[in-house]
């Protein structure tokens, strides 16, 4: 600490977000304290059944990031805690922490849970939304992390039961509240948001009728985990609903109650919702979502929109709910509404969710004063359009929906732009605090037989609903060289960790298999596990009987269960051959390159420098600013050209970045941590670079339009084009039509361009700004101005612009008649054609991809979207990875997005890539190809089959033999299917390994055939 | 059970240190069980009995400060609380349970209680109940006061209402009573729930129905059932789901 | 021999690669897609592992047919370019099944992404539909006689 710098990082909040801001930081060197005042962390996705647009399963794709937090050697979890003061300057704060007593020791106690089924008291449960009871002394879920329990003070009774049964003697009555004083250099914010009270909304009625139901409330009930086990039941009766009616906006876009800004994540939730109740009722079930707009403004998001009209048949009403009323003799509803045709309508409904908005966090004041941030007038944390991640006060940082209302993927990549943040400030003191794990020595099992331990998940009823599994576990007994089989309720939790170290021991396993969901998610968790127990990570094997068995066999349980025998079966027969493996290592580069120089790409590149890494930044055209060049102004008031000049000045004058203007990335090899490649400069010269990481900040390009005479009549303007002509004093027009969704929403492009509403809202005030009577109306589809950015809307509304809504199937008609400009379009209320003639037509032209994408993909080997942009590894919790180790992308390469978007994700890009840059030595996958130099010919096939150059050949005591270079071998396995002696073998994966599997899974299908 | 052709059948559970008459006369309809304790009676006994068919039953202890063991009297006391809330919940009346505590040297023979009962139950007259609606309903009072909630608080009453608890505090008489009313109210509409779903799978609507308790009401006690693993989806109907109950353990 | 055409439940062996073709099988999963449960798969790392013998020996132990799968082509192989010998070698070994006996139909080579689980499973249904017609590994029925 010679700079006064604390290396360590407080994070404040448990959710999704704080624990990527936590991984993030630990991953790359800091010592991370993560506050929650829950007793254990996940915060509100922990509660959700599915996630949008993928349909994932929210706790299956949340769970091993919980146990990753929970398990991290780098954080320390301090739950059922609260913030209580910050003293101190950015680098060097201090923290006081209540830490609110649990009256368990969180040391002794295992959860084991025998507490919670002797405790006589019950009491709500919240995580179940109180549809349930649990009892007073609890976890909030059965994967909770930590997995320790809590006595709820306010219904215990003191009888002294749990005390009594506690084999740990955990329970501590006399546990009182305390106090912590930490020194952290960084704090991150991500106390999340509190779902709108919806009693507030009292003519929609929830609270008096039991068959209205808040949206996180459903998501309980679609849960498998949830109360009804995951079959949708009225409340009321407990009968199946025939018809669900979805209200949207309650809470939100409301100037009755004050909330003037959209929450915008509610509609896809309830599309999303609408979906998986139809997959989840078995008989026919009708959905009604009560709609303003549908804000499908995401990545693939109107894809999935669509599907949901055309696939599942869900009808969308546009329309504001005035009230809803019971019919107390059968609990339905009446929704009293009125149509587009401004007609009052009602329609009897078995059952509502009502779509409830995000608030500020509870108690978020007493967290502002304690920390001396500011709030905006909503009471969410300001930030500022270029400082999204910034609070009021230095080295205070924020993510996730604290800052704005805001979706999951999207709070990830803040979250992980708010850790690049605090990265910066205390980089010196990067690896200062940090504990180094620690394995137990590795048991040699070269001499033991096989002993084999299954462990087969029901994961809640996923699996164990249409799987046998008890079938499946005296099944995989009777298997040779099985010792020891158990099932589990969910086999990836904390505590299912325990009993498999515990099992390695008591049974003296040296091979572990588990049968649950997908090895793609989950083997790095049970690697990680079994290597804690002393076993090689690489003696273990799994079965996915979930994704590719009990999922997709929903209605075949005997089948199912015969499957998941066999595919047990065959991995048992893998196992029984699986040889311990080492994790080659490789030195890291401590550079990156970075590919785009807008202003992602500059925000990426200055975070990098920023603490210390070294960077390339590639720019295609002769300077730098992409996009943002063509951004005058901002609906939020911030000046773009102001911040643009800023931005490249610091990035030009940082010595650690080199700037390429004009220049081309041609060619990239090498991998992670080591990458090799060439830039064409502009002087056609080409220069080789070596670098750890790649960022791909290519950008977009607007829609050059086909359609409305653009082109054609230079009356018709994209808002680009209209907004220079703003900006440069060039506009008079008094009469100005605008229309949305140009090249966007369409059979050729599915998808929503995101920013176009924002754009035309922006000109519409501007131009009401410069001429208050200037006509301007706004031809839409839905205005999707999501977040804070719904107040422009109502202002626009209330400046006299005119806001006309249009369907596919009549589209406005751009025409030139006798040199006046006309537009045609049918006006739905007044249900008449209108014509105007405006003086210019101005088209919301989409963002499309940057045409270079495909290039550049090939190049890097990474995925693009059916769209053209680039698809990260995972839509809704790695927005910025690629499925490539090394190589991330940011801004709008992903997808379009507003500046603050772009700059959060750059950011996030950014310490994505730190958690690389920062190790010397970075440890590989031990899976690579091995060649025994005895029955190597060396006749070189596998030389030049091999795709990463990492063979290599050798003259050995007078012969030639191949030998790999183990840090660039990838582990595909093409060398060792083409060797003709079969003397190069891929760890992991040798013939005889899938020969057996494939024997396995033969032998059994014959008996059962008979 | 009918009031004309025979008197009331009634047991009596005695602590074996009271009524040390040299020759005690019992009455015919009476059966007289001797016990070490009445404190040390099983509840669930006591409801057994009554699933048997008889019409009353005493339990006859020590008055304090005399019992043998301390203070089984007061335990029963509190046993017979919790049973007669049982007994109004089953619909049955309270009063065909008596708890008498005795002095050592009582000056009335025992007799003249047993007598007196009788009467009492005789005016009673029979159950209003019917014969399987009985056994129904007594069978789900046995089960909940064999339950491992009720047996808890019904064994820390003392100390949690007249020393104090876990965190040093006397909890008021009156908020432990209605804890208690909670818990055996829920205890025993969980295990009327259960006999029933044990004969058939049933739905919400039904049990509702029989119960005579709101839908709403019953399908919270069926999470809660289905979270101890009490009972299970059978299958579904239709719109109705129907559910079975599953063995306790 | 009872094993009519009828009742003829047909059983696939599939060799899926990590990247492409089991994480769409994956999809097909989390989407709830479903197939029929006559496939059961060998995850691998990439196509171009996939080794004729593993097919032959598959087929030798009575499999009805084999699914090979990977990443699409040209450029969607995690590994650059081991589609395109997945292709080759299964292209060859088709032509000398049939000096086997073995209808060359009963191995099949697709191309599934990550993305798309319904065709996965539209694979899936579709060979099991085409085994069906075939009709039971000749080899197994060898054997039985």
Redesign the interface.
């Known amino acids: 600490m010679a700079n006064g710098k604390v290396g360590a990082v407080l994070v404040v909040g448990g959710g999704v977000a704080g624990i990527q801001a936590a991984l993030d930081l630990a991953d790359s060197g800091f010592k991370v304290y993560m506050v929650d005042e829950s007793p254990s962390i996940g915060g509100v996705m922990a509660q959700l059944d599915k996630t949008f647009p993928?349909?994932?399963?929210s706790m299956c794709i949340l769970a091993p990031k919980l146990v990753a937090a929970g398990r991290h050697p780098n954080i320390s979890l301090i739950t059922n805690s609260e913030v209580l003061g910050l003293s101190g300057e950015a680098g060097n704060f201090e923290v006081k922490i209540r830490k609110r007593s649990r009256y368990i020791n969180e040391e002794k106690c295992n959860g084991c849970g025998l507490c919670a089924q002797?405790c006589?008291?019950?009491a709500i449960d919240t995580y179940n939304k109180g549809?349930?009871?649990?009892s007073a002394v609890y976890v909030e879920f059965p994967q909770a992390v930590p997995l320790r329990y809590k006595i709820d003070r306010e219904k215990?009774?003191?009888?002294?039961?749990c005390?009594e049964v506690c084999k740990a003697n955990a329970v501590e009555?006399?546990q009182k509240d305390s106090e912590i004083t930490l020194k952290v250099g960084a704090v991150i914010l991500a106390p999340g948001f509190e779902p709108f009270d919806a009693r507030l909304k009292s003519e929609y009625g929830y609270g008096r009728y039991?068959n209205v139901v808040t949206s996180i409330e459903f998501e309980r009930i679609l849960s498998a985990s949830g109360?009804?086990?995951g079959?949708v039941?009225r409340?009321?009766?407990?009968?199946?609903?025939?018809k669900i009616a979805f209200v949207q906006c309650v809470g939100s876009r409301d100037a009755q109650l004050g909330n003037l800004y959209c929450s915008a994540a509610c509609c896809m939730y309830s599309i999303k919702e609408a979906i998986i109740a139809k997959?989840h009722v078995?008989?026919k079930l009708d959905c009604t979502i009560f709609y303003m707009d549908i804000r499908a403004y995401g990545k693939e998001f109107d894809a999935y929109y669509k599907r949901a009209q055309e696939e599942y048949g869900i009808r969308f009403v546009r329309s504001r709910v005035a009230s809803i009323t019971e019919d107390p003799a059968t609990g339905n509803l009446f929704v009293h509404y009125v149509g587009e045709d401004e007609t009052p309508r009602v329609e009897e409904f078995d059952m509502v969710v009502l779509s409830t908005g995000m608030q500020p966090p509870k108690n978020v004041e007493k967290l502002a004063k304690a920390l001396g941030i500011k709030l905006n007038k909503y009471k969410f944390c300001e930030t500022g359009a270029f400082t999204p991640l910034e609070t009021s006060k230095p080295g205070v940082f924020v993510c996730g929906a604290f800052s704005s209302p805001k979706d999951i993927p999207e709070s990830v990549a803040q979250a992980s732009g708010a850790a690049a943040k605090a990265m910066a400030i205390i980089a010196p003191e990067r690896g200062k605090l940090v504990a180094v794990k620690e394995y137990p020595p590795e048991r040699d099992v070269s001499q033991e037989e096989p002993r084999i331990g299954v462990f087969i998940c029901h994961c809640g009823i996923n699996i164990g609903g249409i799987v046998r599994v008890p079938e499946v576990v005296e099944y995989a007994k009777t298997l040779p060289n099985v010792v020891y089989a158990e099932d589990n309720l969910y086999t990836c939790s904390d505590d299912t960790q325990k009993r498999i170290r515990e099992k390695i021991k008591e049974y003296n396993l040296n091979r572990v298999v588990v049968a649950s969901c997908?090895?793609?998610t989950h083997e790095p968790l049970f690697r990680e596990t079994v290597r804690e127990a002393g076993l090689n990570p690489y003696l273990f094997e799994m079965a996915?009987i979930?994704?590719?068995?009990s999922?997709?066999?929903?209605?075949?349980p005997d089948?199912?269960t015969?499957?998941a025998k066999?595919?047990v079966r065959?991995v048992v027969a893998k196992a029984r051959l699986l040889k311990p493996l080492k994790n080659p290592t490789v030195n890291v580069t401590p550079a990156a390159l970075v590919i785009g120089g807008g202003v992602a790409g500059m925000t990426a590149a200055l975070e990098l420098a920023n603490q210390g890494f070294e960077v390339h930044l590639v720019e295609r055209e002769k300077e730098l600013g992409g996009h943002l060049r063509k951004i005058y102004y901002l609906l939020e008031g911030e000046d773009p050209q102001d911040h643009l000049q800023k931005l490249v000045k610091a990035v030009m004058e940082n010595r650690l970045i080199h700037v390429y203007l004009g220049a081309e990335v041609v060619e990239v090899s090498g991998f992670v941590g080591n990458f090799k490649s060439k830039i064409r400069l502009n002087n056609g010269e080409e220069k080789q670079v070596e670098h750890g990481v790649v960022i791909v900040a290519t950008g977009a390009v607007e829609y050059k339009p086909k359609e409305y005479l653009y082109g054609v009549d230079p009356r018709v303007l994209t808002q680009h084009e209209l907004e220079e002509k703003i900006a440069k004093g060039r506009f008079n027009a008094r009469k100005v039509v605008m229309i949305q969704c140009v090249g966007a929403r369409n059979e050729e492009r599915p998808n929503c361009a995101r920013i176009c509403c924002g754009q035309a809202i922006k000109n519409a005030l501007k131009i009401k700004e410069l001429d208050p009577d200037a006509e301007v109306y706004i031809l839409y589809k839905d205005v999707r101005s999501y977040g804070f950015k719904e107040e422009y809307y109502r202002e626009a509304a209330n400046k006299g612009v005119i806001f006309i809504n249009y369907s596919d199937d009549r589209k406005p008609k751009v025409s030139n008649e006798g040199g006046k400009l006309k537009v045609s379009f049918y006006e739905p209320v007044l249900k008449q054609e209108i014509q105007i003639q405006p003086d210019i037509v101005v088209l919301s032209a989409a963002t499309i991809p940057n045409p270079d994408n495909k290039r550049i993909?090939?190049m890097l080997?990474v995925?693009l979207t059916?769209d053209g942009f680039f698809?990260e590894a995972h839509m809704k919790l790695r927005p910025v990875d690629f499925?490539?180790d090394g190589v991330f992308l940011c801004g709008m390469a992903h997808s379009p997005k507003y500046i603050d978007e772009s700059i959060a994700q750059a950011c996030a890009a950014a310490a994505r890539a730190a958690t690389i840059l920062s190790k010397k030595v970075l440890e590989m996958e031990g899976?690579v190809a091995k060649v025994d130099e005895d029955l190597c010919s060396g006749c070189k096939i596998c030389e030049s089959?091999c795709?990463?150059g990492a063979i290599e050949m050798l003259e050995k005591e007078g012969k030639t033999v191949a030998h790999v270079i183990e840090a660039l071998c990838?582990?595909?396995?093409?060398c060792?299917?083409?060797c003709p002696t079969k003397a190069i073998v891929?760890g992991h994966?040798t013939?005889e390994e899938?020969?057996a599997?494939?024997?396995a899974?033969?032998?059994e299908?014959?008996v059962a055939?008979k | 059970m009918s009031q004309d052709s025979h008197p009331p059948r009634i047991v009596c559970f005695m602590c074996n240190w009271a009524f040390c008459e040299e020759e005690m006369r019992i009455p015919y309809n009476v059966d007289v069980i001797r016990v070490m304790c009445i404190g040390r009676m099983d509840p669930a006994l006591v409801l057994e009995t009554f699933i048997k068919g008889f019409e009353g039953v005493m339990l006859v202890g020590c008055k304090p400060p005399d019992c043998h063991f301390v203070d089984g009297n007061l335990h029963a006391e509190r046993a017979v609380k919790m049973l007669k809330k049982l007994l109004a919940l089953a619909g049955l009346e309270p009063e065909r349970l008596k708890l008498l505590l005795v002095a050592p040297l009582e000056e009335r023979a025992f007799s003249h209680y047993a007598k007196e009962f009788s009467e009492e139950i005789w005016r009673l007259g029979n159950s209003p109940l019917k014969k399987d609606e009985f056994i129904a309903n007594l069978t789900a009072a046995k089960e909940a006061a064999s339950a491992f909630r009720l047996r808890v608080l019904l064994g820390r009453e003392e100390e949690l209402t007249e020393f104090m608890n876990a965190y040093g505090e006397k909890i008021p008489e009156e908020e432990f009573d209605a804890l208690l009313d909670d818990v055996v109210k829920a205890e025993y509409i969980r295990y009327k729930i259960h006999y029933l779903t044990r004969i058939k799978p049933r739905s919400v609507k039904e049990l509702a129905q029989i119960l005579g308790l709101k839908p709403f009401a019953v399908l919270r006690h069926i999470t809660n059932m289905r979270r101890k693993g009490m009972i299970a989806l059978d299958r579904v109907e239709g719109y109705t789901p129907l559910y079975k109950a599953l063995e306790v353990r | 021999m009872s094993e009519t055409q009828k009742d003829f439940e047909p059983k696939i062996v599939g060799f899926l690669c990590n990247w492409c073709a089991y994480a769409g099988a994956d999809l097909a999963g989390v989407s709830r897609i479903q197939y029929p449960p006559n496939i059961r798969v060998i995850r691998v790392m990439c196509s171009g592992r996939i080794d004729p013998a593993f097919i032959l020996e598959a087929l030798k132990n009575g499999a009805d047919g084999v699914l090979v799968a990977g990443c699409h082509l040209p450029s969607d192989c995690h590994y650059l370019s081991g589609n395109f010998k997945a292709l080759r070698r299964v292209m060859l070994l088709k032509k000398v099944l049939k000096d086997f006996g073995i209808e060359p139909e009963r191995v099949r080579l697709e191309w599934v992404s990550a993305s798309e689980g319904d065709k996965f499973a539209a694979v899936v249904r579709d060979m099991v539909e085409q085994i069906k017609k075939l009709g039971p590994n000749p080899l197994k029925m060898e054997a039985k006689k």
């Open positions: 993928t349909n994932d399963c002797k006589p008291v019950e549809l349930t009871d649990r215990c009774i003191g009888c002294k039961t005390q009555y006399d039991a109360p009804y086990g079959i039941l409340p009321s009766d407990g009968e199946i609903p025939r997959e078995p008989t997908t090895p793609r996915n979930r994704d590719q068995c999922w997709v066999h929903m209605h075949e089948a199912a015969e499957k066999d595919l065959s993909a090939e080997k995925p059916k698809l499925q490539t899976i089959l795709p990463y990838k582990g595909c396995g093409v060792g299917t083409a891929l994966f013939t899938i020969l599997q494939v024997r899974i033969m032998r299908m014959e055939a």
